[in-house]
């Protein structure tokens, strides 16, 4: 069975540019998550989606990120304009239906804003 | 406001010894506390999980304590292996799908 993957593995990008982020969750996974790590600190959640609906976003820095879950399957991160502070690790995970079931992670994409 | 913390950046040990891991929590309302494994340039990967109703669970080398009265949980990772070497992660939640990490303690064993 595939894992979750995320794609790109890496983007550097200039500060004011936009960059989208993808990730295909584990087929049969409704919920599909958002977490970023920066610069070595605790990893920190985004948002959660089930199927298509987003469920909790509170972790959304702000109105620069855009997250889609299209059809409920493959979901994007769109981050616009970038600024410094977004640099980090991106991870995408996925679960089956209850919250105590396992949460998958991707390998993560690193984002590189100059 | 970080709900969940580890103290602790490193850790080395000796290949076959024991490994402790700590891991503190300030939000008495979580209910559902894991570890997490992360090589380098990989995500992060489910170890052990452990609920609030229980206060030990093991799974082979790895057990997990959780003292909810301390608000504390610790990862005994024994023998302790070379592939044992990377960055374990605490997690938490309470009744929600929604994560709350420490920022993780790097484990090296020695050989």
């Known amino acids: 069975e595939a894992g979750v993957t995320q794609f790109p593995s890496h983007s550097v990008i200039e500060k004011g540019q936009t960059v989208t982020l993808r990730c295909d969750p584990i087929s049969g996974h409704d919920n599909l998550y958002w977490y970023r790590r920066v610069m070595g600190k605790e990893i920190k959640f985004l948002l959660h989606f089930v199927k298509e609906s987003k469920q909790d976003e509170s972790g959304m820095p702000n109105n620069r990120f855009l997250a889609e879950r299209t059809g409920g399957t493959y979901s994007t991160l769109k981050v616009q304009p970038a600024e410094l502070e977004d640099s980090g690790v991106y991870f995408c995970?996925?679960?089956?239906?209850?919250?105590?079931?396992?949460?998958?992670f991707g390998p993560g994409t690193r984002l590189t804003v100059l | 406001d970080q709900q969940v913390k580890q103290n602790s950046p490193s850790l080395s040990v000796q290949e076959g010894r024991i490994s402790i891991l700590n891991c503190d929590y300030t939000n008495s309302m979580f209910d559902y506390f894991l570890w997490y494994k992360k090589y380098p340039a990989e995500g992060p990967t489910f170890l052990i999980s452990i609920s609030s109703i229980k206060d030990k669970n093991e799974d082979g080398r790895f057990t997990v304590f959780l003292n909810k009265s301390a608000k504390h949980l610790s990862l005994h990772i024994v023998p302790s292996q070379p592939g044992d070497s990377a960055v374990y992660f605490c997690a938490a939640s309470f009744n929600d799908y929604k994560l709350s990490f420490g920022a993780g303690t790097t484990v090296t064993v020695r050989a």
């Open positions: 995970a996925s679960s089956q239906a209850r919250h105590t079931d396992t949460q998958y």
